[in-house]
């Protein structure tokens, strides 16, 4: 059964840090690349950033630059998305996500987590 469960969304004021993670179960975890995004109210989901399965490059949506960073541990099956300097904007339920293109069948796994929801605000 393949699980992804997001934990550490809470409140936080503006300039403020969380540490966002999501442990993996029930797939290859560490052959899959992970991703964050985000959904705000009223909003469509969007991608925050994500690492490779291989050597673990990572790439990130331009209004997060500099501010979050992705990190996975394919030991402890868990993906890490450091957030810095948040802002009121970052206000959203965080989704982690794992895909992997499935070989012969032009088609991916794709899986998603149930969401963590970050509030900044004063």
């Known amino acids: 059964q393949v699980q992804l469960v997001e934990s550490g969304g809470g409140l936080v004021q503006p300039g403020g840090s969380l540490r966002l993670s999501c442990a993996a179960s029930g797939f290859a975890f560490s052959t899959y690349r992970m991703s964050w995004y985000r959904q705000a109210p009223g909003k469509d989901r969007e991608f925050v950033g994500g690492?490779?399965?291989?050597?673990?490059?990572?790439n990130y949506a331009d209004f997060v630059k500099g501010r979050f960073a992705i990190s996975r541990d394919n030991s402890k099956n868990t993906v890490i998305l450091q957030m810095s300097d948040l802002k009121l904007e970052d206000t959203a339920v965080y989704y982690c996500?794992?895909?992997?293109?499935?070989?012969?069948?032009?088609?991916?796994?794709?899986?998603w987590g149930q969401g963590t929801q970050v509030t900044v605000s004063s």
């Open positions: 996500n794992a895909v992997r293109r499935v070989a012969g069948t032009g088609k991916q796994n794709d899986y």
């Open positions: 690492i490779s399965s291989g050597d673990g490059s990572t």
